[in-house]
C-alpha cells in the first residue's frame, strides 16, 4: 500500500485554492459505465473559500464551507456546488474580511470601529464558528451540514440551500459535538460531545436522537442524554472527533490532546488567539480508552489505558466471544498532528513537505481489544483469548488494564485515513474490509483498501491525482461484504481538460468502473454521504 508516486510538480496546491460556488448544475462526460442500479447523489463537505478579501485564512479546517453533488441518474452525471450560507460566511462576505475567529485564524475587531468600541468588542463574551464544513448526516427526514462546534446546518441535498441554523445547546448539555455520528437503521443517531459534569467538572456525555417521529415534529427537540463519561482532567477536555459503537457498548478514547479551557475562555480577549492555540499535550497520560452500555445506558469502570496516541477516526469496532475489538486510525505520540495542517505548510514545494512530515507524528492502523469481563485475581496475564489477534490486556497492581495493540497496516509517513466501511451491514460488527484515503506525506493521493483480518491491501493511484474519501455503496441484493462500488472525487489539476472527476470503482478490487468529468477544479472535501 505504500506510495511510490512523488509529486515534485506541486499540483496538489490546486485543491487548497478558492473556487467560485455554481449557478446551475454542469453535466459531466462519462467515461465507462455507470451502473444501472447507481441512482442518487454523492453529498461532500470541504472548504471553497481560503481567503476573503485580503485577508487569508491559515488553517486547512478554516476555509468556509462549500457544498458538493455529484447526481447519477440514468447513466448521466451532473456536478454543481454551493457554499453553505452560514453565518461566518454570509457576514465575511459582507465585511470583506474575517468576522469570527476559525480554527486557526483569528478575527480581529471591525477596524473602522474607534479605539473604545474595538476594546469592549473583545469582552462582549465567545463567538463560536458555524462554519460547517466537515460533514454531512441525515436526522430524520433533513439533513445537516456540520463542524465540531454545538452549530449544525440544516440544508437542502437537493438544491443545496441553506436552511436553519441550529444550536444544539438549546437541547441538549453538549458543549459540542463530534463531526461522526452513529446512525441506526432505524435513523436513531448517537453522538459525543463534551460537558461540564458534576461539581463544575469536565465530562463527556453521550446524546441520543430519535428517528423520524411519527408526528412529523422535530427529532432534534426530543434529543436526551444518555449517559456520562467522566474526564481524566477536571478543566482540560480532550479533543475528540470520532467514537465507536458496537450492537450494545459506545467506545470513547481519550487521548492527550487537551483543550485548555481557561485559554479557551480567555482567548477571546487576547489579541490573534484562535482555537489551535488553546491545544496543549498531557505527556504523561497517554491514552484511556471509556465503555459504556446502551440499554440499559451505564458507564463502565473498568481503566482501560494505553500509550499516547493522536485518533481521528474510527474503523469499526464489534463485539466478539467477551471482547469488544476497536479498530483505529492513529498517529503515533502526543504531539498534535492539526500542527502539521497549516495551508503554509501543505502548500509547500514537494521536498518541504516531506520534511515537515519527517517530524510530524507517523499514522497506524491498529486493533486494540478489551475484555469486557475483568477479574483482578488474573493480574499479570494476558486477558484476550481471541484466537485471531495478537492484541494484548494485562491487568496492573493498580487496577489499571495495559492495552497494547495488533498492528493492521503501518508505512513510513503512509497514512490509511478517512477510513469507511459497509456501514448499513458491517457496522458495530465483525467485519473483513476497510476502505481509505491514503495520505503520502499528507497529500491525498491515493484510494486504498484493507483487509483486517488478512492485512491485504490493494490500491487505486494515478500520478497527479488527488482523491477524497472513498464512499462504499452497496450493490442492490448483495450477499459479500465487498460486493458494491466506492465513490470518490478526484482532481487532476495538470489535465488538459476537465481537471475534476467523480471515480467510479469497483470495491472488490478497486478497478476503475467509470469516471464522470466536470470542466472546473474542485477543492479538498473532508467527508461526506451518499444519498440514494
Not at 482532567?233 to 492527550?256: A, C, D, L, Q
Not at 479498530?327 to 516531506?354: I, M, P, S
Not at 490493494?458 to 464512499?471: K, R, T
Amino acid at each position: 500500500m505504500v506510495s511510490r508516486i512523488q509529486h515534485p510538480a506541486g499540483g496538489y496546491k490546486k485543491i487548497f485554492e478558492t473556487c467560485e460556488e455554481l449557478n446551475e448544475p454542469i453535466p459531466a462526460i462519462v467515461v465507462g459505465v455507470i451502473p444501472e442500479w447507481l441512482s442518487g447523489s454523492l453529498l461532500r463537505l470541504g472548504p471553497g473559500l481560503f481567503e476573503v478579501g485580503a485577508e487569508p485564512f491559515y488553517h486547512l479546517f478554516d476555509g468556509q464551507a462549500l457544498m458538493h453533488k455529484f447526481d447519477l441518474k440514468n447513466g448521466h452525471v451532473t456536478y454543481y456546488r454551493k457554499f453553505v450560507k452560514t453565518d461566518a460566511y454570509v457576514r465575511a462576505m459582507t465585511e470583506k474580511r474575517v468576522v469570527i475567529t476559525e480554527f486557526g485564524t483569528a478575527a480581529y475587531p471591525d477596524p473602522c470601529k474607534n479605539i473604545f468600541s474595538r476594546f469592549f468588542t473583545y469582552f462582549k463574551g465567545i463567538e463560536v464558528t458555524d462554519n460547517c464544513l466537515v460533514n454531512v448526516y441525515p436526522v430524520g427526514e433533513d439533513f445537516y451540514a456540520c463542524t465540531e462546534t454545538n452549530y449544525i446546518t440544516k440544508v437542502d441535498p437537493d438544491t443545496l440551500e441553506t436552511l436553519k441554523k441550529v444550536d444544539l445547546c438549546d437541547y441538549l448539555s453538549v458543549n459540542g459535538v463530534t463531526a461522526h455520528p452513529h446512525i441506526e437503521s432505524d435513523g436513531t443517531v448517537y453522538n459525543l460531545g463534551n460537558c461540564f459534569g458534576k461539581n463544575m467538572s469536565l465530562a463527556y456525555n453521550i446524546v441520543k436522537i430519535p428517528p423520524t417521529q411519527k408526528d412529523k415534529s422535530d427529532p432534534i427537540a426530543k434529543s436526551k442524554v444518555l449517559v456520562q463519561l467522566p474526564s481524566s482532567e477536571r478543566f482540560k477536555p480532550s479533543y475528540v472527533h470520532s467514537f465507536g459503537m458496537t450492537e450494545n457498548y459506545f467506545v470513547f478514547v481519550e487521548t492527550p490532546i487537551k483543550i485548555n479551557l481557561l485559554k479557551f475562555l480567555t482567548a477571546w480577549s487576547i489579541w490573534g488567539t484562535n482555537y489551535m492555540d488553546c491545544f496543549e499535550s498531557n505527556e504523561t497520560m497517554g491514552t484511556w480508552f471509556h465503555l459504556a452500555m446502551k440499554d440499559p445506558a451505564k458507564y463502565i469502570e473498568h481503566k482501560f489505558r494505553t500509550s499516547a496516541f493522536n485518533l481521528f477516526h474510527h474503523i469499526n469496532s464489534y463485539e466478539d466471544d467477551g471482547f469488544i475489538v476497536v479498530d483505529l486510525c492513529t498517529w503515533k505520540g502526543h504531539e498534535f498532528v492539526y500542527n502539521y495542517l497549516y495551508l503554509a505548510n501543505l502548500r509547500e514545494n514537494w521536498e518541504e513537505v516531506k520534511k515537515a512530515a519527517m517530524r510530524a507524528p507517523q499514522p497506524e492502523v491498529r486493533r486494540y481489544v478489551l475484555p469486557i469481563d475483568v477479574h483482578k485475581e488474573k493480574q499479570g496475564k494476558n486477558l484476550i483469548s481471541l484466537p485471531y489477534t495478537t492484541a494484548t490486556a494485562v491487568m496492573r497492581s493498580d487496577g489499571t488494564i495495559w492495552l497494547e495493540p495488533e498492528v493492521l497496516f503501518s508505512g513510513p509517513r503512509q497514512a490509511f485515513e478517512f477510513p469507511q466501511i459497509n456501514y448499513s451491514k458491517f457496522s458495530g460488527k465483525n467485519y473483513s474490509y476497510a476502505y481509505g484515503l491514503g495520505l503520502n506525506h499528507f497529500i491525498p493521493d491515493r484510494i486504498c483498501k484493507l483487509n483486517v483480518k488478512t492485512k491485504e491491501t490493494w490500491v487505486w493511484q494515478e500520478p497527479d491525482s488527488y482523491p477524497s474519501e472513498p464512499i462504499f455503496v452497496q450493490t442492490p441484493d448483495s450477499v459479500e461484504e465487498d460486493d458494491g462500488v466506492l465513490l470518490s472525487i478526484v482532481v487532476n489539476p495538470g489535465a488538459d481538460q476537465r481537471p475534476g472527476y467523480l471515480l467510479i470503482l469497483n470495491a472488490r478490487d478497486l478497478t476503475e468502473i467509470a469516471r464522470a468529468e466536470v470542466e472546473v477544479i474542485i477543492p479538498v472535501t473532508f467527508h461526506g454521504m451518499y444519498k440514494p
